[in-house]
């Protein structure tokens, strides 16, 4: 278990862009994959993208393909969401988590506490 701490979410018009950063302590950061999900105001939380230990594999849902990367730095201890054309949609409260085993099914074991994005129309 390793605690992560998301920053960087605020407001934002449409079709600009937020850079978001998730900052691990209490492990090993370069073991885990890491990922970020989003959570809208009465609606699942969502898959957003993920990065593997080495940082070799990336991972986004259909949503924000073409728009999100995901980028990590493992000298840093951190992970980021860089997220451009934003939509009104994409208003949620964006989380990191780590987690072990194959980046295409991962166990995400560790959760950030969240950072707001709203994107204004």
């Known amino acids: 278990q390793v605690q992560l701490v998301e920053s960087g979410g605020g407001l934002v018009q449409a079709g600009g862009s937020l850079r978001l950063s998730c900052v691990a302590s209490g492990g090993t950061f370069s073991v885990y994959n890491m990922g970020w999900f989003r959570q809208a105001p009465g609606k699942e939380r969502e898959f957003v993208a993920a990065?593997?230990?080495?940082?070799?594999?990336?991972y986004y849902g259909d949503s924000v393909k073409g728009r999100f990367t995901i980028t990590r730095d493992n000298a840093k201890n951190t992970v980021y969401l860089q997220m451009n054309s934003l939509k009104p949609e994409d208003t949620a409260v964006y989380s990191c988590a780590a987690g072990v085993g194959s980046i295409t099914a991962v166990d995400w074991t560790s959760w950030g506490q969240g950072t707001r994005v709203t994107v204004s129309s």
């Open positions: 990065i593997s230990w080495n940082g070799g594999s990336t």
